[in-house]
């Protein structure tokens, strides 16, 4: 639901990687955004309104994401594609992350487009991480990956895990994502990625951006 620029990219996404869409938008000019080739469904009207949703074939989706420029409309066509039609793969863009936190109380997976600028912003502005990937707001805490100084490659997961308080998630190693174990050995050029509370990532970051000291191990 939505065809400005968020719902194109992610519909034209969806569609190269072989899925059947339909767009929803009550604004029949919307649509002149898609490619002449979109193959997809153009369905006009709100994108809450139960037979609106049903022309779009909701009956038969697998997920839904609302992607219009209003939160009121979002959430309110999200519980009704989960509530009413039982499709339980639904997201939602919600910019006021106070509500967006309540939603996901409720089951209902939120994307706070304003967290995720800054975000990305700050990994930009500073390139040294944390850099952080994604933040669990209800809980607190957050999925980073982390800069290692050369003297981390040789010790084990589980020097790194001792030292942090931190649990590693994954290594990217040679574009190959690899679930470590505590003996595992840090590598030249893996990618480490860990998860913590949120207002450890930049304490976490600071120690393994130092020289390992033996008194640490």
Known sequence: MG???AGISLALQLVNRGH?????????NAFNRLPD??????????GF???????????EAQGFAAVSSGDNSNIIAARVVR???GVENVVARIYDRSR???????????VIPVAWTAREMERALIPLGPHIEHVDSVNDVALFYVDLHDSWFGRTVADVERNTNARAAYIVRNVTSLLPTPDTVLQDGDELHMLAPVDRTVEIQRVLNYPVKETQL
């Open 37 to 46: 080739d979109f193959p997809g469904q153009q369905v006009t009207g709100v």
């Open 83 to 85: 509530d009413t039609f």
């Open 100 to 110: 967006a936190e309540i939603y996901e109380r409720l089951g209902i997976d939120v």
């Open 20 to 28: 059947s869409v339909a767009v929803i938008d009550q604004n029949p």
């Open 3 to 5: 065809c400005g620029r």
């Open 49 to 59: 309104d139960r037979q609106v949703l049903l022309q779009a074939g909701i009956e």
